[in-house]
């Protein structure tokens, strides 16, 4: 039997019924996208509970980010080692770790490190795609990103319930029960009794690689707010390790990051889109709350968390609606348009931010956006699914995962950053700007995606 790289080797034979990773997967990627939307509303809150600046509570989400780029491509280099689903109930289990710290903090930094490690579930998205090849599961693409769109609308809701009820720790405590159903699910179907041997047989994980990319992001993600001169040193620190991480990737059989695989079309083309495009919808997350609840007189909404909820809601019916069309899209204009028709309806949500704050125009920004990330998250899915050989398929994924959340720590560091000094209506400016010129970027690179790999797909 092959692992579908080409290479023999036995795939990963577990007990589970065949049918359980199709809830599994959507109910694991459910339960942390929820979570993290659910904190947004509660910022606020966890401000004023440990008494920190704005600036310094944006670390909130940047942890998560941060994480997330480090841990992913470990991680999704580990389950072309050792099996997909043995490491999607081992990132289950470091994210149910995570909620605990991050519920029972005694200090904002402690709940900072509980993000952190929440943050690994980042690749629980490229290991569900990985999962969902592997099970043939012709949906799968379909079911994470409604999953991951749906929660958006749940987090925002539930969030403005249970925060009346308890203070912020109810968010976490309440999250914690999908995830330990997800792992006794994955558990106890005999995922984690998978033979020790490597799946494909090929490498180690590159620990060198993953701690100098760590020491990178740090630095950019540090020097992001701060003075001129010390956002200078950290950019001079994170140039020197990036070289260093060059030489070190060029010297390793299986580097953490495989710039290889950059150079195959679908996955160059679609790391390039999701990296620009990362920044601008992930910024829009911080930006809209924070206009929805501005004062009036500042030229927000004036608003609570609950109509935070109603301006997002569109967001997450739009983002679960339009994968339903990828398919019927993609026979008709290509895939090739169908990610240029996503980057577009970011751009045009993007822009819909700037215009005189109101209900009406932000829930049609943020569905704009959501549409476009819908159809854009599907339909690169799909183009990784059909053209990366099966022994790579949760490292392609990874490294596509972590450009777009590279684009998210970087969005949400720069508008906590920028708001934070009380001037929100100017300070949006620059933000949802600089974001459309990433989206300039994105149009460009989808313009060269090649046909060949349209019609593999289409075949």
């Known amino acids: 039997m092959t692992d579908g790289s080409g290479r023999g080797g036995a795939r990963e034979i577990t007990t589970t019924r065949r049918g359980a990773w199709g809830w599994i997967c959507p109910t694991g990627i459910f339960a942390y996208s929820t979570l993290e939307t659910m904190l947004i509303p509660a910022l606020p809150q966890i401000r004023a509970h440990y008494q920190v600046a704005l600036s310094e509570a944006g670390w909130v989400f940047s942890a998560l980010a941060l994480s997330g780029a480090i841990t992913t491509p470990l991680i999704g280099r580990a389950a072309d080692i050792y099996g997909a689903k043995r490491m999607f109930v081992s990132v289950l289990i470091a994210l149910g770790g995570g909620i605990v710290m991050s519920a029972t903090a005694a ?45 958006t609308i749940a987090g925002f809701f539930l969030a403005s319930l249970l925060l009346q009820l308890a203070d912020y720790r109810i968010l976490y ?22 033979a020790k041997r490597p ?63 950059l150079r195959h079309p679908a996955v160059g083309r679609v790391a390039v889109i999701t990296a620009a495009t990362g920044m601008g919808a ?11 609840e501005m004062p009036r007189i500042e030229g927000g909404l004036g ?63 943020s569905s704009a956006i959501g549409a476009g990330i819908g159809l854009l998250l599907t339909q690169g899915i799909d183009l990784l699914g059909a ?66 790999e349209q019609e593999k797909l289409n075949s």
Do not use: Y
């Open 199 to 261: 799946i494909t047989g090929d490498g180690d994980v590159d620990w060198i690689g993953g701690g100098l990319l760590a020491a990178i992001f740090l630095s950019i993600l540090t020097g992001i707010g701060a003075s001129a001169s010390t956002a200078l040193w950290h950019t001079i620190v994170a140039a020197l390790v990036l070289v260093i991480w060059f030489k070190q990737s060029a010297a390793t059989r299986n580097p953490v990051v495989d710039r290889r695989l």
């Open 387 to 452: 053209n990366v050989p099966m022994g790579r398929l949760a490292s392609a994924s990874a490294l596509i995962f972590v450009t777009k959340s590279i684009g998210h720590a970087i969005g949400a560091q720069a508008a906590a950053s920028l708001l934070s000094s009380g001037k929100a209506p100017a300070a949006v400016l620059f933000p949802v700007l600089l974001a459309c010129c990433f989206c300039a970027v994105a149009l460009a690179a989808g313009l060269r995606i090649p046909t060949s």
């Open 107 to 151: 200090s904002f930094w402690q709940l900072v490190l509980g993000q952190a490690l929440q943050g690994s579930a980042l690749s629980l998205v490229p290991l569900s795609v990985a999962i969902g090849c592997q099970e043939n599961d012709l949906t799968a693409s379909k079911s994470i990103v409604i999953a991951a769109t749906l929660s």
């Open 282 to 292: 992930f910024g829009s997350f911080v930006l809209i709350p924070v206009i929805v």
């Open 173 to 194: 405590w309440v999250s914690l029960a999908p995830v330990l159903i997800c792992v006794a699910a994955g558990a106890l179907g005999g995922t984690l009794k998978a």
């Open 303 to 365: 608003g609570n968390p609950s109509l935070s909820g109603i301006c997002l809601a569109g967001f997450g019916a739009l983002g679960a609606i339009s994968p339903f069309f990828v398919p019927w899209m993609r026979r008709h204009v290509s895939s090739r348009w169908v990610m240029q028709l996503g980057t577009s309806l970011i751009m045009a949500g993007l822009m819909g931010i700037l215009v005189p704050a109101s209900i009406a125009s932000l829930f049609l920004a």
